[in-house]
């Protein structure tokens, strides 16, 4: 998930079965790896609200419709999250799950490339027509319908076919990819009717169209920059959460964010910039906290891109990267310094024993923050008198603006003069999707969309992302980390992942395709009438109900 344009993810081709069980081993190990970390969250005692009441909710950008499909952002998912079901739901720390809020009641995989959903029966979306294993089907399907251009269409890829029968759904992928289940329990997933969309597919997702409901709230309004309304789905069967209505207004200032959270106008948000996060911890009638989202900052090189095919100048500007002090400013010091790379030792720790995780950590290249070394290593290359060149930052994230400023001012002291070209997060992060020539330093602020130690190195790293459409912006191509990609995906243990990522890890740092800054935080804040965010709040909140998270 881009934290400050989109939300996407892809899965890689594997070439080892494996099976449900181990599946579902990945993310109870990484459960186990990570719940200390989560348990630490602020929260506070209940409040009850009173019957027929609202929750009102601020989000930092409306979403350009509600159809995840087109529309693949945080914030999309922030408004859909409690009105859609999901085919499968991310457990806290992103373990595919089955419960009430998804449209499958049991699931397993038949061998390495073929999973069998079954549907639950006697749900119904809110208009009271059923759901069927025909709108499972078709909602998947969406993202392979090439003429709808799914942003998620990347996390489909080696799907081979998609059939439901019955009251189950058979999935059949080209070649094994222990990601896939994964894949259906995030954005991906989301639950759409058949006949609804058919009816008008036109626009689906605007205000003129909005779509039919499944979750347990069901959307009512919704107007593009100004609001959004959920109210009861009177067909829904499971839990029923205490406000009659949700009811969301879109608020791009920050300041202006706290300043109505603290009259009262808003009762929270998930939009406290990570730069904030203290600010709205000591303001009068809030309450705020952090919980840990997996998340990363930093920047890709385009190692096919002038200056940049130079390995001394990316270890140079790599140098000059002022991890530590850009990790204060841009995460409140909530965040945790990326001094090692891709992944983040979150999805690390726990899986390896202390001893053996350490010990590879250590052979990993460091770049501290040295200006001096930075100058010599520029020295070195075939520019040793600096050059210009532009970063492309999306201009409504703070934490991306403060990163690319920071960088810039470093590298303006050994010679390389960077321009920021400003521009709104959708046409910039579509320059990284286009993927055209000379793509040069790219901004990069991604939350996981799986608990995998290798999901983010398959996205940067894989030689078959390189192209149109995926995420590899450094261009960056190794057979040696494709095959411990394919390895690592395919195989069953998790132990496997996480070497394979230890040695790709060690492998992209002697050359420097990418320079990971800090991991950052995830936060909320509440008006002191509601009781705040509850400790099993996690990485991929945005894909759950996540009202249920809000203490009341």
Known sequence: MLSDSSHRSGGNPASRPTSLRTIVALGAVLALAIVAAVGGTATAADASPKAGSTLNWALATAPLTLFNVTSFSTDTGIVTGNAFMRILEPGTFGQP????????????????????????????????TPITAADVAFSINLHLNKKLASLMALFFEGVKSVKASGNSVTVKLSQPNSNWPYILAGSPGVLYSKADYLKNPTNYGSSQNIPLSSGPYKITEFQRDDRAVLVRNPFWKGKKYKWDSIRFSFIPDAQARLLALQSGQIDGTFAVPNTQINTWQKSPNVKAGSYVSGGWRGFTIDVTDGPFKDVNVRRAIAYATDRKGLTQAGTSGLGAVLDYGLPPLIFLKGVLPAAELNAELKKITQYPYDLDKARAELKKSAFPDGFS???????????????????????????????????????????????????????????????????????????????????????????????????????GDLKVAARNALKIMQTTSLTVPIIPVFSFPGAWATTSGIGGAKSSIGPFVYNQVWIKQIKA
Not at 104 to 126: C, D, L
Not at 427 to 435: A, G, K, L, M, Y
Request: charged share 15%.
């Open 389 to 491: 060149t532009t970063i492309n930052v999306p201009a409504e994230s703070a934490a991306s603006v403060q990163l690319c400023q920071g960088l810039a001012q470093s590298l303006k002291q050994i010679g390389i003069n960077v321009k920021l070209n400003f521009m709104a997060g959708g046409p910039r992060f579509q320059v990284i999707v286009d993927h055209g020539p000379n793509l040069g330093i790219q901004v990069i602020g991604e939350a996981p969309d799986s608990p995998n130690p290798l999901w983010y190195p398959d996205l940067y790293f894989n030689s078959t992302h390189a192209v149109p459409g995926f995420f590899n912006s450094s261009n960056y191509k190794n057979a040696a980390v494709d095959k411990w990609l394919a390895e690592g995906i395919a195989t």
């Open 97 to 128: 799950t089955t419960g009430e809020n998804t449209a499958v009641e049991s699931w397993k995989a038949v061998n390495s490339t073929t999973y069998v959903y079954k549907i639950r029966t006697g749900i119904k979306f809110a208009n009271g």
